[in-house]
Each structure stands twice: as C-alpha cells, then as structure tokens.
C-alpha cells in the first residue's frame, strides 16, 4: 500500500505527548525458563539504523503507555542460564502536557558534526567526582553508567544483537577508571544481564526504541554513581540540554565528554548532534530536571548510536538516545529492587 508523502512538518515540528505517571504499579506474572544462550552473534559497539517516513510517522505517533506489553525481560546470568519474566504494569495518569518542538536546520555530517566539542577529562579531581567517575567501560567497547552500588545501564546492542547475545557477553566485564600518573581500569565481572523484550526481535528501523540494558556486578562499588528519572518534555530540561561521557573509540584509555542541545524528541528518542564515537554507545544521558524545587542531574536516557532519518525522500542524519519513557523507568526500577516496586516519577 503507498504511503502518502508525510511533510516535514511532522518530524520538524513534533507534537510531544508526555504522560505524568504519578503512581507506576509494577507486577511480575510469570518466569519461564529458556534454552541457554549460545552467545554467537558479533560484537557491536556502535548501532546505525534508518527510519523511514512509515517510521517517523510510527514514531511521532506512538504513546509510552501504548508499549507495556515491550518490557518483559530476558535475564541472561554468567553461566548462559536465562529466563523470560512477564510483567503487569498498571499506571495512574493524572494530566498530560503537550509542547511542540521546532527543528534547526538539519546538518548531513555523520557522528562528529562540524568543529568537535568533545574534551577529555583528564583531571584526577573530576574523574573521581560525580558525574564523571559513573562512568564505566564495557568490555564489549562500549560505555555504562553506574546507577547504584551494583547496576550498571547501557545500551542493549552493546551485549545482544536482536537475535543472540554477542560473545563478549559470555564473560562480560566492566571497567571504573582509577586516575593517576598511568590511569588504568579496574575489571570485576558482570553476575547478570537484563535485556526488554521489546529489543529482542525488533524491526530494525524500531530497534532503537529499547536499546537499553541494565548489568549487575557481583559486589558493590565504591563509586558514585548517578539517580534516574523519567525523561520530561524539553520545556522542563534546563537549557534543552543533554550531557555524557563515554570512552570514544578514537580516544583511547580516556573518558570523553560532551554536551549539546535535545534537535528532536518523540516519545521513545531524543534527537540530538552531541558529537560522538563508536565506543560511547551505552553512555548515561543526563540533564538537569527540577527535583523537590532544585534542578539535579539525572540520568534520562541511554546513547544508542546514528540514525538516518527519511523526510519527504530526504535523508537526514542524528546521534540518537533512548528516552527513559515512565514505563521504562519503572521497569528498570523493578529490575534493580526485584520485587513489586512502586517508582515514583523523578
């Protein structure tokens, strides 16, 4: 069937529904368990997908409730055993806000766009300060954030390819940069992995929509690590900004960082030209939001990779994260306290 040609318009100027989830009930329905895992697919560090004018339409339409059947979760643990949990999600919506967002002009450079505003963090001050000495390195070449004393987010192409888990994940590591006249990392192995079902066998122009994992090491870190809340409209991140540090691919053994203003956001991605490089997939996304009458870094989405996005047969080009919807927040809630949880929204 033809598609009528969609206007610019549509991803131009986005009209954003977000939903103010006050109470997020999240319920586990059953645990089945799965063949083991064959950890057979390639290692990804970077994701590059293109999303069509069916896509953006899909996207510009879709609603975070519409998704709840997407997060059951597979749980993957260091000997290759798995299990499938499917949940029950019930949310209590008291009012939704709508904001449009209009589009700059749109630059065509892939991953670095024009001068690079990457620096390296090179302090040892600040890479043993909050928010830098979150970050982690995954020993599949990409990046984490540590969000507790245990758990690690990153993006979900950085362990599992949509059909298998990659093989680094077999015996999967994390790494926290300790500074010093030869900065080095300290290595302690991952006890499971948690990936949404909505990542696992999702179209590849949708694969974005779930790119996200969360990691549990065997022992508590001495780290600081960064809180989470649900991603808000732009009008309530300070300045529209985003912010993140990764280990880029062209900067060896150091920590980069890089801020830039959201370009784009529809319910599940935030649109953005922060330059990056293969290796900085999975960085903790943070802005400032208002938390009990203060503005406080959190982390609202995960970095997934570049996007090539189709408008009226043009192809225009974005570094893209994960949106941490409400749902998305309270499931990863639930992941970390494993057990009926109610997640306030942040």
Same mark, same amino acid.
């Given at each position: 069937?033809?598609?009528?040609?969609?206007?610019?318009?549509?991803?131009?100027?986005?009209?954003?529904?977000?939903?103010?989830?006050?109470?997020?009930?999240?319920?586990?329905?059953?645990?089945?368990?799965?063949?083991?895992?064959?950890?057979?697919?390639?290692?990804?560090?970077?994701?590059?997908?293109?999303?069509?004018?069916?896509?953006?339409?899909?996207?510009?339409?879709?609603?975070?409730?519409?998704?709840?059947?997407?997060?059951?979760?597979?749980?993957?643990?260091?000997?290759?055993?798995?299990?499938?949990?499917?949940?029950?999600?019930?949310?209590?919506?008291?009012?939704?806000?709508?904001?449009?967002?209009?589009?700059?002009?749109?630059?065509?450079?892939?991953?670095?766009?024009?001068?690079?505003?990457?620096?390296?963090?090179?302090?040892?001050?600040?890479?043993?300060?909050?928010?830098?000495?979150?970050?982690?390195?995954?020993?599949?070449?990409?990046?984490?954030?540590?969000?507790?004393?245990?758990?690690?987010?990153?993006?979900?192409?950085? !362990?599992?390819?949509?059909?298998?888990?990659?093989?680094?994940?077999?015996?999967?590591?994390?790494?926290?940069?300790?500074?010093?006249?030869?900065?080095?990392?300290?290595?302690?192995?991952?006890?499971?992995?948690?990936?949404?079902?909505?990542?696992?066998?999702?179209?590849?122009?949708?694969?974005?929509?779930?790119?996200?994992?969360?990691?549990?090491?065997?022992?508590?870190?001495?780290?600081?690590?960064?809180?989470?809340?649900?991603?808000?409209?732009?009008?309530?991140?300070?300045?529209?900004?985003?912010?993140?540090?990764?280990?880029?691919?062209?900067?060896?053994?150091?920590?980069?960082?890089?801020?830039?203003?959201?370009?784009?956001?529809?319910?599940?991605?935030?649109?953005?030209?922060?330059?990056?490089?293969?290796?900085?997939?999975?960085?903790?996304?943070?802005?400032?939001?208002?938390?009990?009458?203060?503005?406080?870094?959190?982390?609202?989405?995960?970095?997934?990779?570049?996007?090539? !996005?189709?408008?009226?047969?043009?192809?225009?080009?974005?570094?893209?994260?994960?949106?941490?919807?409400?749902?998305?927040?309270?499931?990863?809630?639930?992941?970390?306290?494993?057990?009926?949880?109610?997640?306030?929204?942040?």
């Amino acid at each position: 069937m033809m598609i009528p040609r969609i206007s610019s318009l549509i991803f131009l100027s986005w009209v954003l529904t977000s939903v103010t989830a006050y109470h997020t009930e999240v319920i586990p329905q059953k645990i089945l368990r799965l063949m083991p895992s064959h950890f057979t697919a390639i290692n990804t560090p970077e994701l590059s997908t293109v999303c069509t004018e069916e896509c953006v339409l899909r996207e510009s339409l879709s609603d975070p409730l519409d998704s709840s059947q997407q997060l059951d979760y597979e749980t993957t643990f260091s000997n290759g055993s798995r299990t499938l949990t499917t949940l029950s999600i019930q949310v209590e919506s008291r009012g939704a806000q709508q904001t449009e967002k209009k589009g700059n002009p749109l630059r065509t450079r892939r991953q670095v766009y024009g001068p690079d505003v990457r620096f390296s963090i090179r302090s040892r001050r600040f890479l043993r300060e909050f928010p830098f000495a979150a970050a982690v390195r995954v020993s599949t070449g990409c990046t984490g954030v540590l969000i507790t004393e245990r758990h690690i987010l990153t993006a979900a192409h950085c !362990v599992h390819d949509g059909q298998d888990y990659v093989k680094g994940a077999r015996k999967l590591r994390v790494g926290f940069l300790h500074p010093g006249d030869r900065p080095f990392l300290r290595w302690v192995r991952v006890k499971s992995i948690k990936v949404p079902r909505g990542w696992i066998g999702s179209p590849a122009e949708l694969s974005m929509d779930y790119d996200y994992a969360l990691l549990e090491v065997r022992r508590t870190q001495p780290h600081p690590h960064m809180s989470l809340a649900a991603s808000p409209p732009l009008p309530d991140l300070a300045g529209g900004r985003v912010h993140f540090s990764g280990y880029d691919s062209d900067r060896p053994g150091e920590l980069v960082y890089r801020s830039c203003r959201v370009e784009q956001q529809t319910a599940h991605l935030l649109y953005q030209h922060c330059d990056a490089r293969p290796g900085a997939s999975g960085s903790g996304v943070y802005g400032r939001v208002l938390h009990k009458g203060y503005w406080r870094r959190k982390v609202i989405g995960v970095f997934s990779g570049h996007q090539w !996005v189709e408008v009226s047969g043009e192809p225009r080009d974005y570094n893209v994260a994960v949106r941490l919807t409400p749902l998305k927040y309270a499931q990863i809630c639930y992941w970390i306290r494993d057990a009926n949880f109610s997640c306030p929204n942040d």
